[in-house]
């Protein structure tokens, strides 16, 4: 299996004390939260996954200005609580942040499903799309994305199995979801694309975003 590149680049500040969240092969990952302004004023807050690789590795403390780069996780929640499918950044790195706030996602992958135009009530085009970027050991992130305005109507023209390059940012939103009689507020994360390409449009010897 080919793997794709899945690629984040965050500056932000941590919003919450790093807690233990599972093991694995004797490693143990931490969760963080990340708060991350938009140019509008409003914050992104997204889920940090640390590894502890080693005791020298220090945890990130709450209010820190840092940078996280990484991979985007995705994976399915089977306990019947909270969102269906999660979505999370694996930090590869995590150091003292400097500069500007800052939240680039690259990804190439492949349209997993046939895309979803729709219009907000304020007229507004946008457009659902559902990507899949492989990983290596033949696992796959399948990773929520919208587009808007022309690049909707564009998002809105592909094929399932279409390859796509994109960068973008990832984004968190709050929505009520309603269970029998009672109402939850939860949180989707969804990459808003800002750019798209196809393998055929990009030129053939370069580095690629």
């Given at each position: 299996m080919e793997q794709k590149e899945n690629r984040v680049v965050l500056r932000g500040t941590v919003a919450g004390e790093a807690v233990l969240s599972h093991q694995v092969h004797g490693i143990d990952f931490y969760r963080?939260?990340?708060?991350?302004?938009?140019?509008?004023?409003?914050?992104?807050?997204?889920?940090?996954?640390?590894p502890l690789?080693?005791?020298?590795?220090?945890l990130p403390q709450a209010g820190a200005f840092v940078e996280v780069t990484g991979e985007i996780?995705?994976?399915?929640?089977?306990?019947?609580?909270?969102?269906?499918?999660?979505?999370?950044?694996?930090a590869r790195s995590v150091v003292p942040g400097e500069g500007d706030?800052?939240?680039?996602?690259?990804?190439?992958?492949?349209?997993?499903?046939p895309p979803v135009l729709r219009r907000t009530p304020l007229g507004r085009d946008i457009?659902?799309?559902?990507?899949?970027?492989?990983?290596r050991y033949r696992r796959a992130d399948y990773l929520p994305c919208i587009a808007w305005g022309s690049l909707a109507l564009q998002c809105s023209q592909l094929q399932t199995g279409d390859a796509l390059w994109l960068d973008g940012r990832l984004q968190s939103r709050t929505y009520l979801k309603t269970i029998g009689e009672t109402t939850q507020e939860r949180t989707a994360f969804e990459?808003?694309?800002t750019c798209l390409a196809f393998p055929e449009e990009l030129p053939q010897e370069t580095d690629l975003l």
């Open positions: 963080f939260p990340l708060a991350v302004p938009r140019l509008s004023g409003r914050e992104d807050l997204l889920n940090i996954l640390f690789s080693s005791p020298e590795t220090a996780r995705s994976f399915n929640n089977r306990s019947g609580v909270g969102n269906r499918l999660v979505i999370t950044v694996l706030p800052c939240n680039q996602v690259f990804l190439h992958g492949v349209l997993c499903k457009c659902d799309l559902l990507l899949a970027v492989n990983r990459i808003s694309i």
